[in-house]
Structure formats: C-alpha cells, structure tokens
C-alpha cells in the first residue's frame, strides 16, 4: 500500500524531532533552559512578557516557590514509585534553590523550544492517526509509529520535569535518550512503509555500519555524562582545569571520538558506490571531522556555546543518519 500522506507525516515528525534537538542546543549553549521557570506557561503567561517592567516586584520569590512546591511533589512521587535515591538526589541539589531573573532573550529561545515541541506533538499525532490505515496491511508500521508518539509524549512530560527538577543532569540525559528512541521508532516506520522500495546491501557494507552504529551510540552516551560533569564545573575556569574536574570520562570521550572518525572514513571509503549509504557515509564522515573540532571549542570560554550548539547538533546528527542507514539491513528486496 502507498501512502504519500503518511510518508510525507513521518518525515516531518523525523525533521522537527530533530529540530528539537538544534533549538534544545541552542537553549543549552545560551544558557536558557530555565529562561521560563514554569511550565507550560512562561512567567505566568501564554506569550511571555518582553520585559521585567511587566513582572510583579517579587516574582522570582514566587516562582521559586512555585517549582520548590511542584518539586516536592515530584520527589514524593518518585518515593512512591522506589526511586528513593533519586528522589534524594533532587531533593539534596542545590541548583533547585536557585531563582532566575528574567532575561527577555533566555524566555524566547526557551519559548520557542516549547512552540516547537507543541507544532511536534500535533504531527506526531497526525502521523499517528494515518499509521490506522496500516493497522491491517503493515501493521508493523502502525506500532512503530506508535512507539514514536509515545516516546514524544514522554518527552514532553520529561520537559516539564526538566523545569520541575531545574535542569538536573539525569534528567536532561534521559529527555535526550526518549528524543532519540522517537526518532528512531518513525526512522524504523519509515522503511517498512516504504514497501516499494529495494536494498541490496552486502556483508562487509552492513558489518561496517553495525560497528559506527555502536561506536556513535557509546560516543554519545559519554558525551552525555561528560555534559553532566560540564555542569557540575565551576563557571569560569581554563580549559586544564575543566578536563581535569571531567577526568577521566572526556579523555575516554575525546579518544573515542577519534575511533569514531576513523572507522566512519572506513565506512566511507568502503561503501557500495553510487548507494544512498555511499551518500550518507560521507555525511557522516564530514559530521564526525566538525565533531573533533566543535568538541574541544566547548572547553574554551570564547567558543563554549557555539561550540556547544554545534556539538550536540552534530552528535544527533550522525547518530540518526546512522540509524538510517542500519534499517536499510532490515528488509531487503530482491529486484524482479
Ligand atoms: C565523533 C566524535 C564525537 C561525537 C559523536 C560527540 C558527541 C557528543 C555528544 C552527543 C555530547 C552530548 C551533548 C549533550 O548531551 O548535551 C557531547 C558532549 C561533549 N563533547 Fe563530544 N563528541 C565527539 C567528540 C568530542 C571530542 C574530540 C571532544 C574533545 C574534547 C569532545 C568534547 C565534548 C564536550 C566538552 C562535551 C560537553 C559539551 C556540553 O556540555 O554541551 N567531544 N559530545
């Protein structure tokens, strides 16, 4: 069965997921994640104020309380559930103490974030409501797409809790694991609703893809953790001493991000030419080159936040092109 219309949903699911992670870069290299500090709202507001005159005089005192309380509730909950360490980890941060002042930048960029994770949930649905049709002819793509929805929908509670919790490392880290879970469940929809469409790929091609798959997965795991301990770091300091406090997980980072370079030139060099993966290899290859130069610029003050919205940009990308390619292995066609 050809469905133009859903094919043309699933892509767009895929693009604005991924834009999500730019704009989610781009509020972490600008420092915005908590430029509303509730949620959904901002500053109390639908459309947010564009400056402080706008605000009551004891704002920040208010929403503080405001996310000290749902806090709380959150950190009981998660009592309730047996997540008694984490709950006590929150609970013992100082950072959910702290209040913020309102920067009319910070709250659009956040603001934006969140328009976009709302357009994103209205076409995920839709992409959902026409995966129906395949309930029956392909029901494979009807789950798929189904696990991607509800992996948005988590990620969308997780935002909240992201604010909730003022931008705990863990939970930053697993509202990026759900993003790429729902990339990868539409990625994987994708390729079996694209029933008329023929792979042929050989041994050495699909080998080679498996090994940069695993290799970008545990590369963007350790990005992840170093970006945890990047937090914990005092604001300013010199590049020495920022590897030194991340010791040793950026070395293990940063020489397995050369690994990754080499095995995705391998890659390159060896794909079937003239194929789509050829194509995407060097992609891949050319990501993973900006990769070893946007990740040291993240240790530099001058070029931290460029070199952040970059870093993780890069990093979603080749791991979801990545993925692409290895869903090409999942269903071969042979020609008539
Ligand atoms: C193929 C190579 C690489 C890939 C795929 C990659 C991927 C990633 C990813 C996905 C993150 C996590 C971003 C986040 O969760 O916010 C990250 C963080 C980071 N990476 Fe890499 N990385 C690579 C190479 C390097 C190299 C060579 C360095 C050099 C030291 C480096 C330094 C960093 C730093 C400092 C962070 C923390 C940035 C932040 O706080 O946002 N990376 N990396």
């Known amino acids: 069965m050809k469905n133009i219309a859903y094919l043309k949903l699933n892509w767009l699911s895929i693009f604005l997921i991924f834009m999500l992670f730019v704009i989610g870069g781009l509020v972490r290299s600008t420092g915005s994640g908590m430029g509303c500090p509730d949620w959904p709202k901002c500053f109390g507001e639908y459309i947010p104020p564009i400056s402080e005159s706008e605000l009551p005089a004891d704002y920040e005192a208010y929403f503080k309380d405001q996310r000290l309380k749902k806090t709380k509730r959150f950190t009981a909950l998660l009592d309730m559930i047996g997540f008694d360490e984490k709950a006590d980890a929150i609970r013992n941060d100082t950072q959910v103490e702290q209040s913020h002042k309102f920067n009319v930048v910070k709250a659009y960029i956040e603001y934006i974030n969140r328009l976009l994770g709302a357009l994103t949930?209205?076409?995920v649905f839709i992409c959902f409501l026409l995966s129906l049709k395949y309930?029956?002819?392909?029901?494979?793509?009807?789950?798929?797409?189904?696990?991607?929805?509800?992996?948005?929908?988590?990620n969308a509670l997780l935002g909240a809790i992201v604010v909730h919790s003022n931008l705990i490392g863990s939970i930053v880290t697993i509202h990026f694991i759900a993003a790429f879970a729902s990339i990868c469940f539409f990625l994987l929809a994708r390729r079996y609703a694209r029933v008329h469409e023929y792979n042929t790929?050989?041994?050495?091609?699909?080998q080679v893809g498996l090994v940069m798959m695993v290799l970008s997965t545990i590369q963007v795991i350790l990005g992840a953790e170093v970006r945890e301990l990047y937090d914990l770091l005092p604001t300013l300091g010199t590049a020495a001493a920022k590897i030194d406090g991340?010791?040793?997980?950026?070395?293990?980072h940063a020489a397995f991000g050369a690994i990754v370079l080499v095995v995705s030139i391998y890659q390159f060099i060896t794909a079937q030419k003239g194929t789509f993966i050829s194509q995407y290899s060097r992609w891949i290859m050319l990501m993973c080159i900006g990769q070893i130069l946007w990740g040291p610029m993240a240790l530099l003050e001058s070029t931290e936040s460029i070199s952040k919205l970059?870093?993780?940009?890069?990093?979603?990308?080749?791991?979801?092109?990545?993925?692409?390619?290895?869903?090409?292995?999942?269903?071969?066609?042979?020609?008539?």
């Open 121 to 123: 949930g209205i076409v």
């Open 135 to 154: 309930v029956r002819s392909n029901p494979i793509v009807f789950w798929y797409t189904l696990a991607g929805f509800i992996f948005v929908f988590i």
């Open 201 to 206: 790929v050989d041994k050495k091609t699909k």
């Open 246 to 252: 991340m010791y040793p997980t950026i070395q293990w």
């Open 310 to 336: 970059f870093h993780i940009t890069l990093g979603a990308g080749i791991f979801v092109l990545q993925f692409y390619i290895c869903t090409s292995y999942l269903r071969q066609y042979k020609k008539a």
